[in-house]
């Protein structure tokens, strides 16, 4: 079973515009994630796809694996079927560019969804931790998932779900982490399928696939990382390496 790693690299962000390409110790945000992402082992191959010429290169020059998108894209996910559509590999991993601190563990779990041993139906796969800071729970910024008791996503959301109207009952909250995996078929049919209303409306891709039937299998993890998005999140990165 061939299994690559591709990381969607844009160049313009709303909150921190370049925060791909800017230095976190020794080196680019970007180039972190890649080495990092190499440097697990799992993959038979690891590539950048991206819009930028700027961050091309700073792969390629550093001995890295890259590819320039020839369209423009709505979502990391689209970029990376264009990327992978004539490439012969059997799961591909997104990974996120503005998670520097890529490890070994969690993706290995991801991964392993889709394995005999537990479920080779799997189609689509991704990451979850669970979230007990009460004001992160409320924060729109932070995905809430509900899982059923296979650890299947029922439902994407910026809000907090369940609702819990009876504070008497024990509540799990789970964040979702925006790594996924998914068989080459999969991630191709949904570029095939026009955005849906609960994607629209939330705001969150990974919808699109439960709206069209397809199930996503969740993995419960530690913290995968840091995600930048945002000058502070690089002051933090940085503190924390």
Request: hydrophobic letters at 40%; charged letters at 25%; aromatic letters at 8%.
């Amino acid at each position: 079973m061939k299994v690559i790693a591709c990381i969607p690299a844009r160049y313009a962000a709303t909150r921190f515009p370049a925060k791909l390409m800017q230095i976190l110790g020794d080196k680019t945000v970007i180039r972190h994630t890649y080495d990092n992402t190499v440097a697990t082992g799992l993959f038979d191959e690891v590539l950048v796809a991206t819009d930028s010429e700027i961050i091309f290169n700073e792969i390629i020059t550093h001995g890295g694996k890259a590819v320039m998108s020839k369209k423009e894209h709505e979502s990391g996910s689209d970029r990376i079927a264009e990327a992978i559509e004539n490439i012969d590999v059997d799961i591909v991993v997104n990974v996120q560019g503005d998670e520097p601190f890529v490890r070994k563990e969690p993706l290995e779990k991801l991964l392993s969804l889709f394995g005999v041993e537990n479920n080779s139906n799997v189609q689509v796969a991704s990451l979850v931790q669970e979230l007990q800071d009460e004001k992160l729970i409320n924060d729109p910024n932070y995905v809430k998932v509900a899982l059923d008791k296979n650890a299947n996503a029922l439902f994407f959301s910026r809000s907090p779900i369940p609702y819990p109207r009876n504070k008497d009952y024990q509540i799990i909250y789970y964040e979702h982490i925006g790594v996924y995996a998914f068989k080459k078929k999969a991630l191709l049919d949904f570029t095939k399928w026009p955005m849906t209303p609960l994607e629209a409306a939330e705001r969150i891709e990974c919808l699109r696939y439960l709206e069209n039937g397809v199930s996503i299998k969740m993995a419960v993890v530690d913290y995968i990382g840091i995600e930048i998005d945002t000058p502070e999140d690089l002051a933090k990165a940085a503190k924390y390496l």
